[in-house]
């Protein structure tokens, strides 16, 4: 069955902390791994990887993919309080069929001022 | 402005009440979807579309229906509610369907907080 495993499930930090959020994921034919903020509401999107080693970058934010060891890490630095949220990894795969995402249940994070 | 939008967003309803949540996009998006959200289970998706008269099923289908008339509207149907429906519903979509490559950026509604009794 395919999963996708998040962790921390939360994580409380200080303004100003950095840190790591770990998606690992198991499925068959994997295509893509894509990573959202949800706030109070919808879910947004911050990043798709498909390729291994190679670094996505908006801001404080990064991530990276490591296919052979089927995970990625969510970097945030110098978190400010309004990086509280929960963040959702998802892979696409194609076990099934084509479209279907799998989410992980998220990494809760605080950020305390 | 580029959203998805759903109706009702809040909804109390009873048991074997048919009803129907209805989802549009006005970006002209191939790729649309419904998931549920409960807590401790994150995330899980219920039907999506890759196109119009195109729908398969995702990990929870049960109990729900889809249709794909037009390509901007993908209503989710609830033929006979029951309790354990009780949840936050999101559509999304995408412009490209995500094995297509282009983009997996899903664009998600503001969410459908649904209540069966």
């Known amino acids: 069955e395919d999963k996708v495993v998040q962790s921390p499930l939360s994580l409380v930090v200080h303004e100003g902390d950095t840190v790591t959020l770990n998606c690992s994921y198991e499925v068959t034919n994997f295509r893509s791994l894509l990573w959202y903020k949800q706030e109070k509401k919808a879910p947004t999107f911050l990043f798709m990887l498909?390729?291994?080693?190679i670094e996505k970058k908006s801001g404080r934010l990064s991530s990276i993919l490591d296919k052979k060891e089927l995970f990625s890490i969510l970097n945030i630095t110098a978190t400010q309080t309004g990086d509280s949220a929960i963040y959702l990894c998802?892979?696409?795969?194609?076990?099934?069929?084509?479209?279907?995402?799998?989410f992980g249940k998220g990494t809760k994070l605080s950020v305390k001022p | 402005e580029a959203q998805v939008t759903q109706n009702p967003r809040y909804l109390i309803t009873v048991t074997g009440k048919k009803l129907t949540v209805t989802c549009s996009q006005n970006?002209?998006?191939?790729?649309m979807s419904w998931y549920r959200q409960d807590p401790g289970l994150g995330l899980r998706q219920i039907y999506y579309s890759m196109n119009v008269e195109v729908t398969d099923k995702g990990d929870v289908p049960e109990g729900y229906k889809v249709s794909r008339k037009e390509k901007r509207n993908f209503p989710l149907i609830l033929e006979s509610p029951s309790p354990n429906q009780t949840s936050l519903y999101f559509c999304a979509s995408s412009l490209r369907h995500l094995a297509g490559g282009n983009t997996g950026e899903l664009f998600f509604g503001e969410g459908s907080r649904l209540t069966v009794l």
């Open positions: 498909t390729s291994s080693g």
């Open positions: 998802a892979v696409e795969a194609s076990g099934g069929s084509q479209g279907n995402l799998i």
């Open positions: 970006m002209n998006h191939e790729y």
